[in-house]
């Protein structure tokens, strides 16, 4: 398994952009699939972004599409999530998780390698 530690979560106003990373430890980083998730006050945790070891395949949930960019290099074993033209209801704790795979999955409990998460709060 690999340990990961998310950073750069914070305050930022409506229309804002934020990044997020997550840093991964071990050497086969490349084998692992990643996912951004996210837990808003009284949500569920819900999928965000997901991208292969290889970077080859990503997908994003409807919400953030073409808003977010996934992203990782592996020759720095991390990950990313540009966050653009935020809005109020990305509000959350934002959680990065790893599992190896082959391709990725949409379902967190496929995970099983987590960060200890990043709140980031957007105002409007």
């Known amino acids: 398994q690999v340990q990961l530690v998310e950073s750069g979560g914070g305050l930022v106003q409506a229309g804002d952009s934020l990044s997020l990373s997550c840093a991964a430890s071990?050497?086969?980083?490349?084998?692992?699939?990643m996912g951004w998730f996210r837990q808003g006050p009284g949500k569920e945790r819900e999928f965000v972004a997901a991208?292969?070891?290889?970077?080859?395949?990503?997908d994003y949930s409807d919400a953030v599409k073409g808003r977010f960019t996934i992203s990782r290099d592996n020759g720095e074993n991390t990950g990313y999530l540009q966050m653009n033209s935020l809005k109020p209801e990305d509000t959350a704790v934002y959680y990065c998780?790893?599992?190896?795979?082959?391709?990725?999955?949409?379902?967190?409990?496929?995970?099983?390698?987590w960060g200890q998460g990043t709140q980031v709060t957007v105002s409007s």
């Open positions: 071990g050497r086969t980083f490349r084998r692992y699939a």
């Open positions: 998780a790893a599992v190896e795979a082959i391709g990725f999955y949409y379902s967190d409990k496929l995970y099983d390698c």
């Open positions: 991208i292969s070891g290889s970077g080859g395949k990503l």
